[in-house]
Structure formats: structure tokens, C-alpha cells
């Protein structure tokens, strides 16, 4: 036995509330954070993820006051992005109780932001958020502010120079399949999580338990994370991991 | 979590300027519910506590060197040799000779060397490649009891995210070892000492009950 794979219910947070829309669009209402971030750590979850998911496009604040709330209920690690420009932006979210912070946008901006903030906090509280888009036969573009931007980047070749400025982890979304229930875009999964050498995430189009397990099988995701099955009470944590286990995956049950 | 004196039972975090503190301090908070828990940087507070956390986040090299800007060294040796004492992470791997990270020096009050996972042995039973830094639920498998173990199974999982690991030279300290590539140690204990590699505050209730166990400590 070794290390666990990992699942991880996201909130997308706007507003203070917890949300998840349908490729970016159309936003569910689907509760209080906090609440939610402390069911998941009583149902297991591995870790709790809030992307703040307009901030990036409206220059919206960020939500730290949703992070020491959660911080002080809830004892695993807690990853907060959206909207996280520079270091000083880092640093707020790990004094509010953030374990790691994630960025998107601005690392495509600004790739030395990367370097610095993993200089500075550790490339351990450093995750680089891709969403990526299938453009051609096993060729991913990356996209930004929201999946809304093209930037020309190759998803594979960028989740390799991210490795190389100080990321701790890449958080790697479909935007093909986010919000469509469809499952992981598992070759690009397997692509990228194959191409580096830290963990990655899965994110993007689970709709069923089986979806989770093929993120871990077939993508080689080294932790699969998941929004709406968990939020509309579909499935429980503990299902899923039941579920993973039963498929010969290693999870902490 | 501002600077003051430490209260008789006062569990005192020891910040040296190293990233979030905010966690340890939460989780010690819930477990220590009639005991004040203080974070400082002042080496009074922390030679006045009755217990000592000392945790750490980033590239060793670092830690050592703000310990030795802010005049933190004397206070935690003394903390280390005369009150319950709690490493956790880097805070762990401190108390050892020598660290490959930078190639530093650490407060040499446990014999060994913190090395790196090694590249090459760095493969699962499957042959595929394990991913560096070792981040996730891991199993700590308890090579001898010790009464910070108390309620918590052989092999429970807690949280880790390293690239280092401590290598004792007597292997009587080691008390916990892990998976990874290859056995390493997770835990070590020695007199007033208990320091582990894992965040037994991002741990669930794993982790709250190791802290529990070290506010109740009696070494």
C-alpha cells in the first residue's frame, strides 16, 4: 500500500456562495461554502478546492473571509484560486487559512509569477490551473479568463514549463468537457499527467463514479476532482471512494 | 495569534516567519480547548511555554536561516531538550545534522541526514513513475508504540507534501515509516521529543487526535 489517490469536490464560489454552471455559463446556486467544505471533510474528502471563478474576469476580490471561516472548521487542505494576480495576492490567501493557491490566468500572463511565488511560499502551496481545449487529433490549446481567451500555448508543452518555473501541482481542466457530464477528456489527461513530473489533477466532465475511477486508470490522474455530483447530493465522498476502491484504486477510506 | 506571554499550560507555535501558521494554530486551538495557544517569534514566549510546536513550510536552507536572523536558535534547542516537543515537517527534518536541500545544517539534535526521494528508486510495484513531491494520504506505519500513537490505528493515513525525508543514523528514534518509492521515516521520538513528517493539521481527524495526544503528553 502507498500513497492515496486523491478525491477532491470543488466549489465554485461567486458572491460567497457556492455554485456550478454548465461550460462556464448558466450558474446553479448550490449553497454556503463552508458548510459545504465541512460535509465533504465529514464524507472523507481528500482535499476541498474553491475557485473563485469570476474573479479572474471581473477583477473581483478575493474571498478571504470564506477562507478563515473554512480554515478554522476544516482540517484538510484547503486549495483557493481565482483571480490571483502576484505574490502578495499568494500571500493573503495562505495567512487566510489557504493550504495552496492556484493560478491561471496570470501565470499564462506572467510566468515568472510562478517562478516567484514558489520561491517565496514553496512550490508545494504553488498549483497552475490549465484549461485547455482540444484544437486538432491529440493537440490541446490552453485558454484563459474563464476559457474565454485563446493563448496560443500548447497544453502539454506549457504543463511542462510550469513544472519548470516552481508549480507543486497542475490542476488540468477540460473546457471541452467541463459542465457536460461526459466524463474526463482522459487523453489530454493522460497526456499531460504522463509529460510531467509533479501530481496532476482531473477536472472537467464527471458525471457518474466511473468517470472518477478513469481519471485515475486511464488518465493517470494522480487526484480526480469533481463539483456538481457531490454538490446536488448525487453521490457522496465516501461513494466515490468505495466506488475507485472497488475498481483496485488506492484511496483513503 | 499576537505576540504575548505564555500562560502556565501555554502551547506556543513557533514562527519564524515561514509561511502559514494559521493552520497548525486552528487544529492546536481545537484540541487545547482550555489551554492558550500562542504563536510567536519571541524566544522568551517560546522558553516560557510548556509545550512547543515547531512546524515548517518551504526549502529547509530557508528556515535555518530566518531561525538564526531572529535569534530562535538557543530557544528552541532549550524547548527541544527540557519541554514536550513537536516537529512537523520541516520542523522535523531541522532537528537533524545535515539536509541535501542546499546543502545546510540543521540543529543537529538527532544524528542523520535529510535526504531527497531518490530519482531512481522513485517507481511504484507497477513500475510507473512516482511524482515528486510525495503529495497526498499516506499510511504511517508505527514501528514502535508511543503514546502520541494513542487512537490512532497502525497505518492510518495522513497528509504529506515533501521532497525530503529524514535518514537517522539510530534507528531506536524511528517510530513511524511510509511508503514511497522506497521505506522511509515519518516519525521519530526521543525523550520530550515527537517530530513527524506528515501535517497532522491537515490531517482530519487523524491528525486532531495526534495533536491531542501530544496537548496531553507527559513525556
Same mark, same amino acid.
Given at each position: 500500500m502507498g500513497l492515496a489517490k486523491r478525491i477532491i469536490p470543488c466549489l465554485d464560489v461567486t458572491a460567497g456562495r457556492v455554485v456550478k454552471g454548465t461550460n462556464f455559463i448558466d450558474l446553479r446556486d448550490a449553497g454556503d461554502p463552508v458548510e459545504i467544505a465541512r460535509r465533504y471533510d465529514e464524507q472523507g474528502a481528500d482535499e476541498v478546492t474553491f475557485l473563485d471563478i469570476t474573479a479572474s474576469s471581473d477583477q473581483r476580490d478575493i474571498i478571504l473571509h470564506i477562507v478563515e471561516a473554512c480554515a478554522a472548521q476544516v482540517f484538510i487542505p484547503l486549495t483557493v484560486g481565482g483571480g490571483v494576480r502576484s505574490v502578495t495576492d499568494v500571500r493573503r490567501l495562505l495567512n487566510a487559512g489557504a493550504d495552496k493557491v492556484s493560478m491561471n490566468t496570470a501565470a499564462v500572463e506572467n510566468p515568472d509569477l510562478v517562478a516567484e511565488a514558489s520561491a517565496k511560499v514553496g512550490n508545494q502551496c504553488i498549483v497552475v490551473a490549465i484549461d485547455a481545449k482540444q484544437v486538432a487529433a491529440d493537440r490541446w490549446q490552453v485558454f484563459t479568463h474563464g476559457g474565454r481567451?485563446?493563448? #496560443?500555448?500548447d497544453a502539454i508543452d506549457w504543463a511542462r514549463r510550469v513544472q519548470q518555473l516552481g508549480a507543486g501541482e497542475i490542476l488540468l481542466t477540460s473546457m471541452d468537457r467541463? #459542465?457536460?457530464?461526459? #466524463?474526463?477528456d482522459l487523453p489530454l489527461t493522460r497526456a499531460v499527467a504522463d509529460a510531467v513530473g509533479i501530481p496532476v489533477i482531473a477536472s472537467g466532465?464527471? #458525471?457518474?463514479l466511473r468517470h472518477l475511477a478513469e481519471g485515475v486508470s486511464?488518465?493517470?490522474?494522480d487526484a480526480v476532482l469533481a463539483a456538481s455530483i457531490f454538490h446536488f447530493s448525487e453521490h457522496t465522498v465516501r461513494e466515490a471512494k468505495e466506488y475507485m476502491r472497488g475498481c483496485g484504486i488506492e484511496v483513503r477510506l | 495569534m499576537a505576540p504575548a506571554a505564555a500562560a502556565p499550560g501555554a502551547v506556543v507555535v513557533v514562527d519564524?516567519?515561514?509561511?502559514?501558521l494559521r493552520s497548525v494554530w486552528q487544529a492546536l486551538v481545537r484540541v487545547a480547548a482550555d489551554r492558550q495557544v500562542l504563536v510567536s517569534a519571541d524566544p522568551e514566549v517560546v522558553v516560557g511555554a510548556e509545550r512547543v510546536v515547531f512546524p515548517g513550510q518551504g526549502a529547509m536552507p530557508d528556515c535555518m536561516r530566518e531561525i538564526e536572523l531572529r535569534g530562535l536558535r538557543s530557544a528552541v534547542l532549550e524547548a527541544a531538550t527540557t519541554k514536550p516537543f513537536l516537529g512537523i515537517c520541516i520542523g522535523q527534518q531541522m $532537528?537533524?545534522?545535515?539536509?541535501e536541500e542546499g546543502d545546510v545544517a540543521g540543529?543537529? $539534535? $538527532?544524528r542523520g541526514t535529510v535526504r531527497r526521494f531518490p530519482a531512481e528508486r522513485m517507481?511504484?510495484?507497477?513500475g510507473k513513475r512516482l511524482k515528486v513531491p510525495h503529495m497526498g494520504w499516506n499510511e504511517v506505519r508505527h514501528k514502535r508504540a508511543h503514546? $502520541?500513537?494513542?487512537?490512532?490505528?497502525?497505518?492510518a493515513r495522513f497528509y504529506f507534501v515533501h521532497s525530503y525525508f529524514v535518514d537517522p543514523v539510530?534507528?531506536?528514534?524511528?517510530v513511524g515509516t511510509t511508503d514511497y518509492g522506497l521505506p522511509f521515516t515519518s516519525a521519530v521520538a526521543r525523550d520530550n521529543i515527537f517530530a513527524i513528517q506528515c501535517h497532522p493539521e491537515k490531517s482530519a481527524v487523524t491528525g486532531l487526535t495526534l495533536l491531542g495526544n501530544f496537548v496531553a503528553w507527559k513525556p
Open positions: 481567451r485563446p493563448t #496560443g500555448l467541463d #459542465g457536460t457530464r461526459n #466524463g474526463f466532465g464527471v #458525471g457518474n486511464e488518465g493517470h490522474a | 519564524y516567519g515561514m509561511g502559514n $532537528l537533524f545534522e545535515h539536509s540543529l543537529g $539534535l $538527532l517507481f511504484d510495484a507497477a503514546p $502520541l500513537w494513542k487512537g490512532i490505528a497502525d497505518d539510530d534507528s531506536a528514534c524511528v
